[in-house]
């Protein structure tokens, strides 16, 4: 079971790194107290079935009630969606109620009295229909 634990240890160390690598790279910059978040600001080819992921820092306790959120899509405008926590002081599930519309740019906005200046806002686009099926027929190749 030790062997478990250490592994999934350095699975989210390599994690981390991966991203904290990434987010300078790119040049975005993350409020400091999120740890982690899916997908990155700026990111392109996303499903359109996708949720949106959230870390708080570990040594921040937060809740569900402590966080709200806005969706809005360039094409589909205001998103509705249901705001999951997995646990304390573990990730944060957006799962939208409908599928994000293909080609189109999602605003994110969260809100919360744990971010600076009470929110924090992103963006990523949506991958195009003849996209994913390059990227199936890649995968089949």
Excluded: W
């Excluded at 634990?5 to 350095?10: D, M, Q, R, S, V």
């Amino acid at each position: 079971m030790s062997n478990f634990k250490n592994t999934i240890t350095l699975f989210k160390s390599v994690l981390l790194f991966v991203f904290l690598i990434t987010t300078r790279l790119f040049g975005f910059h993350l409020p400091s107290c999120i740890q982690y978040i899916h997908p990155l600001p700026d990111s392109r080819y996303i499903t359109p079935q996708s949720t949106i992921i959230l870390r708080f820092d570990e040594n921040t306790t937060i809740h569900a009630d402590d966080v709200q959120f806005k969706l809005r899509g360039s094409l589909s405008g205001e998103l509705a969606g249901v705001l999951y926590q997995t646990n304390i002081a573990h990730p944060f599930i957006i799962k939208p109620n409908n599928e994000f519309i293909p080609n189109e740019v999602i605003t994110v906005t969260l809100l919360s009295e744990f971010l600076p200046e009470g929110q924090f806002t992103y963006q990523f686009q949506i991958s195009s229909v003849i996209d994913q099926k390059k990227l199936n027929q890649q995968n089949l190749e």
